[in-house]
């Protein structure tokens, strides 16, 4: 079993940055690859980036290539996604997620924190 708490969302305007962080708990937190996703009103949850476990192998949505980073500290079992270049369009709830599996399919995710607001004005 994974715990998730997400935090960093907040209010910014367009252009400017936001960091967030995902604190995973568990016996064997550290050995999930993870994931970040967000969700807008009205429309499905989508991938933005994720990273393994064992290699720190990352993969990015085309439409936050070059803008977001995403990492994470195996010790401090914590992932991290920074956020630059910020557009209205980034407005939705992040998510972090936890799998075993190499996907950036929502559905393969076994473990989702509770989401954190990012909102982004023009």
């Known amino acids: 079993q994974v715990q998730l708490v997400e935090s960093g969302g907040g209010l910014v305007q367009a252009g400017g940055s936001l960091s967030l962080s995902c604190a995973a708990s568990g016996r064997t937190a550290s050995m999930y690859n993870m994931g970040w996703f967000r969700q807008a009103p009205g429309k499905e949850r989508e991938f933005v980036a994720r990273?393994?476990?064992?290699?720190?192998?990352?993969y990015y949505a085309d439409s936050v290539k070059g803008r977001f980073t995403i990492s994470r500290d195996n010790a401090k079992n914590t992932v991290y996604l920074q956020m630059n270049s910020l557009k209205p369009e980034d407005t939705a709830a992040y998510y972090c997620?936890?799998?075993?599996?190499?996907?950036?399919?929502?559905?393969?995710?076994?473990?989702w924190g509770q989401g954190t607001q990012v909102t982004v004005s023009s």
């Open positions: 997620a936890a799998t075993r599996r190499f996907s950036s399919g929502p559905h393969d995710y076994d473990y």
């Open positions: 990273i393994t476990w064992a290699i720190g192998s990352t």
